[in-house]
């Protein structure tokens, strides 16, 4: 898998030559579309959006809050998708995590959760044996059943997809966290917009907020 750079250090980027106009996005400075389209799991009229992220990226941590308002704003036009960078390689145990609270139907209910444990107390998710010992003590706290995630994190379709995930980035041309792909189409990200805007943080993230807004009524529009 290619290396990541991350968007932590884009947001420190000067601004380029180009300006980046959110209002009206543009190729190869708003966004980036893709070599070639990937394959949605969008129903009917909706618009998937995939969320790349790592649970220890304080940047994916810090737009996590923006980024649950703006779904919700969005509301039935699009379907949400996760997915965990492995940065670590085919045996990231974050992404391990990931996989098995997607494959116990728990991905949504505990995302804030993990994030909080992470930023917030500290624990441990770089490595199985933390993770697996946190869980057997802690996981009814986060609404996960101990012994159904031990059997989930031992699969054989969890272990597979495990490691599918970095041809999967590769796939979708990801290069930092977070990054948003609208309908399998187009990427954008707090680090693409960084390169041509000097704002703070928040703005940033505004902005890439906006610019997925307005990639998901382009896709919405030709379908």
């Known amino acids: 898998m290619r290396s990541l750079?991350?968007?932590a250090a884009a947001l420190t980027l000067l601004a380029s030559t180009a300006f980046a106009s959110p209002g009206v996005p543009q190729p190869g400075v708003d966004y980036i579309p893709l070599t070639q389209a990937q394959p949605t799991q969008?129903?009917?009229k909706q618009v998937e959006v995939i969320e790349f992220f790592m649970y220890h990226c304080p940047v994916c941590n810090a737009l996590e809050p923006m980024l649950d308002d703006w779904v919700k704003k969005e509301g039935g036009r699009i379907r949400l998708r996760r997915i965990h960078i492995p940065?670590?390689?085919p045996l990231d145990a974050e992404a391990h995590l990931f996989l098995t609270l997607e494959a116990l139907g728990k991905p949504d209910d505990t995302h804030t959760q993990i994030f909080k444990l992470v930023h917030g107390q500290h624990v441990n998710l770089h490595e199985d044996g933390p993770i697996l010992d946190w869980m057997a003590k802690?996981?009814?706290t986060i609404g996960v059943d101990p012994v159904k995630f031990q059997e989930a994190w031992n699969s054989f379709g969890v272990q597979t997809r495990l490691r599918q995930?970095?041809?999967?980035?590769?796939a979708y041309q990801v290069e930092s966290a977070p990054t948003l792909v609208i309908d399998g189409r187009y990427l954008t990200s707090p680090g693409t917009l960084a390169q041509h805007m000097e704002v703070p943080r928040e703005q940033l993230f505004e902005a890439t907020l906006e610019v997925a807004d307005k990639l998901v009524t382009r896709a919405a529009q030709g379908k």
Do not use: E, M, Q
């Open 5 to 7: 750079r991350f968007a």
């Open 42 to 44: 969008a129903v009917g």
């Open 87 to 89: 940065f670590r390689g």
């Open 138 to 140: 802690n996981g009814k």
């Open 165 to 170: 995930l970095g041809k999967i980035v590769a």
